[in-house]
């Protein structure tokens, strides 16, 4: 397959499959082209082969992003200490308790370690050495316990990465993080 190099960007599967449940189209038959090897290729197989844009990649990772800070894992209510391949897996997706961070886990940078750990764990389109997870000091109240966090990274990408950017908002009292100002830099 020849690189692609004017702004399309490959996507993942996982995004292919989502648009077919979205549209409920799985079994329907489908506009469709030939390749050159005279293959019949779906409408979703030529988007993933021919990419997508940025704007299409951001809104994916965006949507995966909310599901995985928007889930409680598993370490939260059973002790798993030991079993590190749990630890790692599916069965522990999503973020830590929340309601457990007290404003001193905070100023010691606990939960954006916690953040970044998460994200490392089970976002694997985002370049672990790009990723940064930085405490916004102003965000830091204690009375209405929200706090915020700049997160920047790389998602990885071909032909290549695209830096992106964005700020998770996290209300420790309730339990609830958001995501917001999600952008592609570059």
Known sequence: MQERNDGYFQISLMNVFRQAARERDAKKTSSSAQDEDGRVLSSRSLERR?????????DHLALDLASLMGTINLESVEDIEGLEFVQKS??????????????????????????????LAHEPRLVPET????????????????????????????????????????????????????????
């Open 131 to 186: 990723l940064v997870v930085k405490l916004r000091s102003e965000s830091v109240s204690s009375k209405n316990h929200h706090i915020a966090f700049d997160v920047s990274a790389e998602m990885a990408a071909k032909p290549v990465d695209v830096p992106m950017e964005f700020v998770a908002e996290i209300d420790a009292g309730m339990g609830k993080v958001s995501l917001s100002n999600l952008v592609v830099r570059g």
């Open 50 to 58: 021919e990419g997508a844009s940025q704007r299409t990649l951001r």
């Open 90 to 119: 599916i069965l522990n997706f999503g973020m830590p308790d929340l309601t457990r961070f007290t404003d001193e886990d905070v100023r010691r940078h606990r939960l954006a370690g916690d953040l970044k750990r998460t994200l």
